[in-house]
């Protein structure tokens, strides 16, 4: 005999938000930033500045505060989030001067993502009106 019940259908699935360049953008900058975060921590590690359990201890909550900065930059008050740890970044050259040359690299990337983001999610609203 062969079954004649039908297959229940997959539940349907609720379409995907639409993300903007900016969010995208920033996004993709902050992941980069996670990276270096961790290397830097490693190489400030190895340059016993202070001990290990300190340094790996605020990498970790810097590298935490940037993967929760990469899931609420699509809200305004998650960009200027993102904007503060751009400030943080910068204060690691009080540590580590090429850590301070290194965060002013990725803050210069910020900035052009958050300007040109912006310009993009303007000309698409232009375009669409």
């Known amino acids: 005999m062969t079954d004649t019940t039908a297959a229940p259908e997959p539940a349907a699935r609720r379409p995907q938000r639409e993300r903007g360049a900016l969010e995208s953008l920033l996004t993709v900058t902050l992941g980069m930033e996670v990276l270096a975060v961790i290397f830097g921590t490693l190489a400030i590690n190895g340059l016993d500045i202070a001990p290990p359990g300190i340094v790996f201890g605020v990498g970790g909550v810097l590298v ?18 993102g904007h503060a740890l751009q400030l943080v970044l910068l204060s690691t050259g009080f540590i580590e001067v090429l850590a ?30």
Do not use: S
């Open 64 to 81: 935490l505060l940037l993967l929760v900065a990469t899931r609420v930059v699509r809200y305004r008050w998650g960009v200027w989030f």
């Open 100 to 129: 301070a040359v290194t965060a002013a690299i990725f803050v210069g990337f910020w900035i052009y993502c958050f300007v040109k983001g912006t310009q993009l999610d303007a000309a698409k609203r232009a375009a669409a009106a």
